[in-house]
């Protein structure tokens, strides 16, 4: 055991005998004046009468301050801002309760007492064992582990009840105004309950996340042996992501400015710094088109050269390598024709239970232009798909689809619209039971790889046991076998495969391998992807334009000047940025990135990007259009956004929309980019800069012309929709706290 761990050992244990000693002297308090037949608030009221529970309570809760030290240092992961706020909030509340002698006699005054030392006891005593056993998921003992992420549902709201009696009695005694001035009377009865209304939902919905985040991992199988795509063994034996994150994005940049590289191999926190580091990468790339180009290219190649590929016997290559080498192997294909007949002849977009097309659809297109939802671009290219009912018949077209199962996938569309599905989706039989299911009532083609020869299927469940492949592990067989399907056709092929975290840089690169041979090698093969306004993007003028409208707009209203004022100017953020001065002009960008997705999910992304422009610039079609945020199942499965995606509507012109929406709008986008000449994803179109791909028909849903950065408005739309939703269960809470303080104020 280093120092620095013998050191929060040392704390975290003195700290947990303060609090367990505070809670014995406050619960004998209690049961004694319980026991001498004293109602149970008049015993609670004399809990900080006695001498050792006062001193024993201000020893520990003000060697709390140096968790906030501890956070400045890196001694501890947790964030400075937070561990501040929720230290400063017990401290103001201990000096109302040192100082005032009303707020140390009413009942609430031994309820707070008791619930922070019955919340501290577990967690400083779950600290030392962590520290201790060096592992805080698997190895704490299990009842301290559940006391730890539990107990916080019944103690915050009895916490919080008595810290706002303590405020409002402290507010009303006259010898602590004259001691603090004035002043605290408007901190202690006004300020502070508004910021418990507002921050208590939050604090509590954090730690319900952190619950299902550590049960989670608790109980989590371990990981299987490597296989396939992988990545790289670490010093410490471990195939970590963050300095490979740092050691790609610093070899992108590091190709046209090493000092920034530099920054970014010497930066010691990525996990909240990489977004700083990405703005920075890409105001390179606006300096010049070859600087684009060579930032995207350098990346690409790093992470070929960083990434492993372990064989079915343990040996391990290079990803290059990998995909470099012959191989023995190869799938068999199957194709099955659809019986149903073709379902349309003109555009649809499925949309608020209803379906709309023609004028009423062209009408719906020029709301979200005028609204700000999508740029006037996108609707420009779905109202020319409207307009051009032959670029839906697409039954002499061949897509693959790389992740063909995918939520934000085309699957649907393209097979009622009886096209040629080439289907790429993991092995897995429920998969192929639905995709195939699909198919069948489609008026569409579905060609897919199978482990053995489909004509030895003996029924159904065999051929979907066989069916499928793995991103991962079978990535050069893939490759091969795309190569040679349906020789002589021109394909699309599009990458809407989708896994969390590390998963999803892993699957983005396989699929980048598979884009690379089949763009170089395979005669007219254009690439689709599907980019996420979640990201770092060059953006038009009128854009910018519009976010500065908006926040002039938004700025005003008390709300959000509320939530700006008591996050420090963390919530909130004003969107529009000064533009990036560079070979052709000025570049205006939008910062849509947000920090809680993680570095891995926008490496994956930006390596997208990197293939887009640089397959682009060697003549293929690529369509990169920009997807709204959607309402799917991998994304709202994480309650926190779920909520923060119902209250971002109040911010304009922000729309959340259904997956079949998203997906129906997407493949318009995209047969648009197939079919007109004119189109930004043809590389006879010019752009200034190779960025701007991704600049034109974005169906941003709102991002690039709100008044805020996206990532600064999720935890007050988050409380917009506990506002809305949950306003039961406020107009209780705030009935509690009027009760405890009609109590206090009439004692």
């Known amino acids: 055991m280093g120092l620095k761990d013998a050191y929060l050992v040392l704390y975290n244990s003195a700290c947990c005998a303060g609090w367990a000693y505070v809670w014995y002297a406050a619960c004998t308090t209690i049961l004694d004046k319980v026991a001498n037949q004293s109602p149970f608030g008049d015993a609670s009221a004399q809990v900080y009468a006695h001498d050792d529970t006062a001193t024993m309570l201000t020893y520990a809760q003000s ?16 964030p400075v801002m937070v561990t501040a706020m929720q230290v400063m909030s017990r401290i103001v509340a201990l000096v109302a309760l040192v100082f005032s002698s009303q707020a140390q006699t009413q009942w609430g005054a031994g309820l707070m007492i008791i619930s922070w030392a019955s919340v501290e006891v577990p967690r400083y005593a779950f600290y030392v064992t962590a520290l201790l056993t060096g592992d805080a998921t698997k190895k704490t003992p299990f009842p301290l582990f559940w ?3 539990s107990l916080f549902a019944i103690l915050y709201p009895t916490g919080i009840c008595g810290e706002l009696t303590v405020f409002l009695a402290a507010s009303k005694d006259q010898a602590f105004v004259d001691k603090f001035g004035p002043l605290s009377v408007t901190l202690y009865s006004i300020v502070l309950p508004i910021v418990y209304f507002f921050g208590s939902p939050f604090m509590i919905m954090n730690m319900v996340a952190n619950r299902k985040s550590a049960f989670k991992k608790r109980f989590a199988k371990p990981p299987p042996p490597a296989r396939g795509l992988c990545w790289p063994v670490d010093a410490k034996g471990q195939r970590s992501s963050t300095n490979v994150n740092k050691t790609i994005i610093a070899a992108a940049v590091g ?19 990489y977004v700083k580091h990405l703005r920075a990468m890409v105001e390179e790339q606006c300096q010049t088109p070859e600087s684009a180009l060579k930032i995207a290219q350098a990346g690409l190649d790093s992470a070929y050269d960083i990434f492993e590929f372990v064989a079915p016997d343990g040996s391990a290559t290079t990803f290059r390598e990998a995909m470099a080498a012959k191989n023995t192997e190869q799938f068999f294909t199957h194709v099955i024709k659809g019986e149903g007949n073709k379902l349309t002849k003109e555009l649809e977009i499925p949309y608020k239970g209803g379906i709309l097309k023609g004028d009423a659809l062209k009408k719906q297109v020029q709301s979200w232009a005028d609204y700000g939802t999508i740029e006037p671009s996108a609707g420009a290219a779905i109202v020319k798909c409207i307009e051009h009912p032959e670029w839906l018949d697409i039954s002499n077209r061949y897509f693959v689809l790389l992740g063909a199962g995918s939520a934000m996938g085309p699957l649907l569309v393209l097979m009622a619209l009886g096209a040629n599905v080439i289907a790429v989706d993991l092995d897995r039989p429920n998969i192929w039971k639905r995709l195939i299911d699909i198919a069948r009532q489609s008026s569409g083609t579905i060609t897919f790889p199978m482990k053995m020869d489909p004509s030895k299927c003996k029924n159904d469940e065999e051929m979907f046991a066989q069916a499928g492949c793995n991103l991962f592990t079978d990535t050069p067989m893939i490759r091969d076998w795309l190569m040679n399907v349906y020789p002589g056709k021109s394909l699309t092929v ?39 306004p979640t990201d770092l993007h060059l953006i038009p003028k009128e854009a ?29 953020r004003q969107n529009s940025k000064k533009p990036v001065s560079g070979k052709g002009g000025e570049y205006y960008l939008v910062n849509g990135i947000s920090v809680a997705q993680g570095p891995n999910y926008a490496l994956a992304k930006r390596m997208q990007h990197w293939r887009a422009i640089t397959a682009r610039n060697k003549g293929c079609i690529v369509s990169s259009n920009i997807a709204p945020s959607t309402s799917t199942v991998s994304v709202v499965h994480n309650r926190t956004f779920a909520w923060a995606y119902e209250g971002m509507p109040y911010f304009e012109p922000f729309e959340i929309f259904a997956p079949e929406t998203s997906n129906a709008v997407m493949s318009a986008l995209l047969f648009y980019d197939l079919n ?65 303080a009609a109590y206090v104020y009439a004692v």
Request: charged share 15%; with cysteine; net charge positive.
């Open 63 to 78: 060697a709390a301050l140096l968790e906030i030290l501890h956070a400045a240092l890196g001694l501890v992961r947790s």
């Open 255 to 273: 190709a046209v400015n090493e000092q920034k590289a530099e920054a970014i191999r010497s930066c010691k926190a990525w996990r909240f710094q």
């Open 676 to 740: 007109d000449s004119g189109s930004w994803a043809t590389p006879n179109t010019s752009l200034g800069n190779p960025n701007q791909l991704f600049s034109h028909g974005s169906f941003h849903g709102g991002v690039w012309r709100c008044a805020y950065e996206v990532d600064s408005i999720g935890e007050s739309s988050v409380l917009l929709y506990f506002g809305r939703v949950a306003k039961p269960y406020m107009v209780a809470a705030g009935a509690v706290a009027a009760a405890g």
């Open 147 to 149: 006391l730890r992420y």
């Open 544 to 572: 910018h334009d519009a976010m500065k409208a908006n926040y002039k707009s938004y700025s005003g209203k008390l709300y959000c000047m509320m939530m700006n004022l008591l996050s420090g100017g963390k919530f909130l």
């Open 494 to 532: 599009g990458c809407y495969a989708y896994l969390d975290g590390a998963l999803h840089v892993q699957v983005s690169l396989a699929m980048d391998a598979i884009c690379r041979d089949l763009s170089e090698k395979r005669k007219n093969t254009s690439l689709a992807y599907l980019c996420t």
